[in-house]
């Protein structure tokens, strides 16, 4: 699926990719492993992508937690003022299917019964080079 999502995404996005992120109700475990993404070690800007504060600059949502009842229209919010093509990515177990809080009366199971997803990043929480790995697998397509 990333290989062909891979492809994809390079013709429509090019190299470098916009990034947004959207807390729907994590731990912020997720958060933690993200914000590492920026320090000078995975130093995220170097392969094109960068955290942008408006979901109008973005080219990726990136959704952690299992989406609770109170943050679905903020994220169906955020989802509508982005500009097409975008992508929405599920950052760890929680966003792909709920997680521990699936079964929860106020939670959504994850960001798939809300919006499309094109790419699930899994871990509790996933590492900053997991996270990497799925994020360069939007924008540089496989060898």
Known sequence: MAAELAVKARRQLGRSLSLRLVDAGSCNACELELNALSNPYYD??????????????????????????????????????????????AVGDCAACGGLYADSY?????????????????GCPPSPTKLLEGLLALCIPPA
């Open 106 to 122: 106020a939670c959504e199971r994850g960001v798939g019964g809300v919006l499309p997803v094109n790419l699930r990043i899994a």
């Open 44 to 89: 995220l800007e170097r392969f094109g992508l960068r955290f942008v504060a408006s979901p109008r600059h973005a080219d990726v949502l990136l959704v952690t937690g299992p989406v609770t009842k109170n943050m679905r229209e903020a994220l169906l919010r955020t989802y509508d003022a982005m500009p097409a093509p975008k992508w929405v990515v």
